[in-house]
Each structure stands twice: as C-alpha cells, then as structure tokens.
C-alpha cells in the first residue's frame, strides 16, 4: 500500500491539528484533525479491498520469426459481486506498459484488449502480469496488485533457405572414415531375429555357428549427422550497437537456418551452445529454435577448449558447423583439431572487418556479413 503526495500531506495536517488542538484547548482544530486522520483510514480501508479478477491472455501466435506479426489478447473478468470502480490497471510487455480500461466493470462483464507484440528483436518477450491500481476517490492511498501468470513469447531468429546438405560419412571398423554417396545402404551389426524379421536379412552363416537365427542390421551411411557448435561468448562478439552484437544476432540467424533445413531434410542434428545457455530453470526440453531464442553471450571466454574436448571424445556426429564472430578467430585452432573426429568441419565467421586467413587451421571458412550471406554461400561449399 502506498499513500500518496496528497495523503501525506493530510495525514501530516492530522497529526498538526490535533496536536495543537490539544495542547491549545482548540476544539475547532481537534475536530479538523479528527476529519482528516478518519478521512486517510478511510482511504486505506477502500483501496485494501481486493477486487476479484479473473484474468486470461493468449498470444496469436506465440512463437514467431523475428520481425513477424504476433499479438496479445488480454481478457480481464469482474467475479466479483461489486463493481470494480476507480482501478487503474496496466499490462507489461517486455519494456512498456499497455493501458487497461477496468473503470466500473460491472459482475460478470469482462473487458479485452489485444495489443501487437514488438518482435523486432529476437528474444523471449515476456508478457505480464497485470498490475491493478486501486484509489480511494480522494486519491489519498493507492495500491497496486499483480494479477494472471507471465506469458512469454518466443521471437525466433530469422530463418534462410539453404538448399543443399554435407553427403554422409562411413565408418569402418579399423576406424578409417571415409564419404559415403547419398543412398548407400551398408552392413552394421549382427542381432538375434525376432517375429516379423524378413528372412533375406537372415545371416544364414553366423546362425549355423551359434545355433540360433540372426539377422543383419544395416544403416544408412549417407545419412549424415550435423553438429551446429554456436559460440556464444562474449569476446566473440566484441563490437556492440545499442547494446545488441549484430554478429551473434547473424550467427543465430545461421544457426536456427542449418537446424531447420536438417529437420526438413529428416536429418539428426544436435545443437551445442559454447557458454552456458540463459534458459529459465535450465530447461533443456526445449527445442532447438526456442534455444536460439532465449540464447545470449557469455562470460565464459575459456570455455571453448572444454567443448572441443568433449566433442572430441564423444564424437557426436559427422559434421560440424562452427558458427562465430569476429573475437572468435584465435579458436580455431582448436576446432580444427577436431578434424580426425569429424570428417566435415566448416566455420562461419560474422561480423568480421577483414577476411579470414586462407587455410586458417586447415579449415573450410565463410566469412560472412550476416545469415543471409551465409544461406547464399552455403551451396558453394556443400562438400567441404
């Protein structure tokens, strides 16, 4: 509860009257004190009472690409059995307020308001809750309630077509990888056969020696697996612009464009974020554009060498895709060293003044202005 300017003052004008009223023998100014402490205890006894609003928010859409339309509708109910009247009421979007109209709401009635969303910028837009101001009618108290939950809305980086994907890579059992053309169909591993299995995949050989039926298990080698490594640390991305680093806002933009086009093309790929990922409550159910979206820089400017090491021990696909800016440079050493694990590795680098060294590392490099530029230059280095 707050009391306002014209509160004090009357409260301290009470305090003032009465005090001199008895300490003078003024029952006139007692009197006047009296009014004007009765007239702010009144005041706090309307505004303490707590309207009861049912308050329901849908967001049309509420995962969108960056700089698409999206929209709030705000419905706010009185379930009460009085008129809801002198409440003020304002509902936060991301960094501004939008006005609610909830003078005299009669029971039963409720009032919508739908407002546009900014997606200008990608990011998690979080959207509430509505603040209720409650006066009294001498505006000597006001106090402000929250009410309904926080919806957010997720504004994904923009999304590029690319129309080709890295061919596929075997693996042989000495170790050796080598490509594989699209469609190759190859032998895997050997398993016991169950009802249902077709009888020209039995190993008739294999079942002689051990008794029992098996059955061969075969993959598909040219299908490749992708890797999409985003640096997101902070000396990656040194140069800012109103607090926002283009580059990395490019290089999401090319990440979320890889994704995509891996999804439609039915192929696995795997999402890895250099720093640790701002996510609330570090909810790794998300999917991967949500990621992207809620993806901001790091401090953890050592943390490359760590990731490199684990992909090097877990070998977590066949292609790489090394997405960074132009701070991000002096690691590519150590991403190019991850070239015995990954048959493909290709770097991305935004935001850079200068071209990036030939052979840096022994690496295939796009250097790129943004995630358009990179989408275009994609095809060219398909086989990399």
Do not use: K
């Not at 505004?47 to 698409?68: I, M, N, Y």
């Not at 009032?111 to 969303?117: F, G, L, M, Q, S």
């Not at 999402?271 to 990621?291: F, I, K, N, S, Y």
């Not at 052979?359 to 790129?368: F, I, Q, R, Y």
């Amino acid at each position: 509860m707050g009391i306002t300017a014209r509160g004090v003052g009357l409260l301290v004008a009470a305090v003032v009257l009465l005090g001199a009223g008895f300490r003078f023998a003024y029952p006139e100014l007692t009197l006047l004190g009296a009014a004007a402490g009765a007239a702010v205890g009144y005041a706090a006894l309307t505004a303490a009472w707590r309207p009861r609003l049912v308050v329901t928010r849908r967001a049309d859409p509420d995962r969108v690409a960056r700089g698409e339309p999206a929209s709030m509708t705000l419905t706010v109910r009185n379930a009460g059995r009085l008129r809801s009247a002198n409440l003020l009421a304002e509902d936060r979007c991301g960094s501004r307020a939008v006005p609610v109209p909830l003078l005299r709401l009669r029971p039963g009635r409720d009032t919508e308001v739908r407002y546009d969303v900014p997606t200008d910028r990608r990011g998690v837009v979080a959207v509430g809750p509505l603040r209720v101001t409650r006066r009294d009618p001498l505006g000597l108290v006001a106090l402000a309630r929250p009410y309904g939950e926080t919806a957010p809305v997720w504004v994904h980086p923009r999304i590029h077509p690319l129309s080709a994907v890295p061919t596929g890579a075997g693996r042989s059992l000495d170790g050796r990888v080598d490509g594989v053309p699209h469609g190759s169909i190859t032998f895997d591993s050997l398993r016991e056969y169950v009802v249902g299995d077709e009888l020209r995949r039995v190993h008739w050989r294999t079942s002689a020696r051990v008794g029992e039926l098996m059955v061969r298990e075969n993959v598909d080698t040219s299908l490749p697996s992708l890797v999409v490594l985003l640096d997101n640390r902070g000396a990656a991305h040194p140069r800012r612009a109103g607090g926002v680093a283009e580059s990395f806002e490019s290089a999401c933009e090319a990440a979320a464009s890889v994704v995509t086009a891996a999804h439609r093309a039915d192929l696995p790929v795997l999402l890895l974020l250099v720093g640790p990922e701002q996510v609330d409550g570090g909810d790794t159910a998300l999917g991967p554009l949500d990621r992207l979206a809620a993806a901001g820089l790091s401090d953890a400017d050592d943390a490359l060498r760590a990731v490199t090491t684990r992909l090097r021990q877990d070998r977590l696909g066949d292609t790489l895709i090394f997405l960074t800016g132009p701070g991000g440079r002096d690691g590519l050493g150590d991403v190019g060293a991850l070239r015995g694990a990954y048959p493909s590795v290709l770097v991305g680098v935004f935001g850079a003044t200068e071209p990036t060294p030939a052979g840096s590392a022994g690496l295939v490099v796009v250097d790129a202005v943004d995630g358009a530029q990179f989408a275009a230059e994609w095809d060219g280095v398909r086989r990399w």
